[in-house]
């Protein structure tokens, strides 16, 4: 079993930033590729970026240059560092080992002025 808690989400204003972050825990100890995945409001979940155990990034190009994405091994834990928020960047976000089922509960993101 394996449990994902993400956090650092709020309310901020277009402009602001946000830094989430997303600890794993239970019998996997070495995912090999997180995701961060976002959920706007009334869109399908759509993925924002991801990382391999090697460091490999990739982002959506909604988000490039604005958000970074990093990861801990050691620790199980990834983080996506967001500035310059916007209001389209709203949403419930995720993180998601792509190659597995596992999801948390989600951290709400809302930019508004």
């Known amino acids: 079993q394996v449990q994902l808690v993400e956090s650092g989400g709020g309310l901020v204003q277009p402009g602001g930033s946000l830094r989430l972050s997303c600890a794993a825990s239970?019998?996997?100890?070495?995912?090999?590729?997180m995701g961060w995945y976002r959920q706007p409001p009334g869109n399908q979940r759509e993925l924002v970026a991801s990382?391999?155990?090697?460091?490999?990034?990739n982002y959506a190009d909604s988000v490039k240059g604005r958000f970074t994405i990093s990861r801990d091994n050691a620790k199980n834990t990834v983080y996506l560092q967001m500035i310059n928020l916007k209001p389209e960047d709203t949403a419930v976000y995720y993180c998601?080992?792509?190659?597995?089922?596992?999801w948390g509960q989600g951290t709400q993101v809302t930019v508004s002025s």
């Open positions: 998601h080992p792509p190659a597995t089922r596992f």
């Open positions: 239970g019998s996997i100890f070495s995912i090999r590729t």
């Open positions: 990382i391999t155990t090697g460091g490999t990034t």
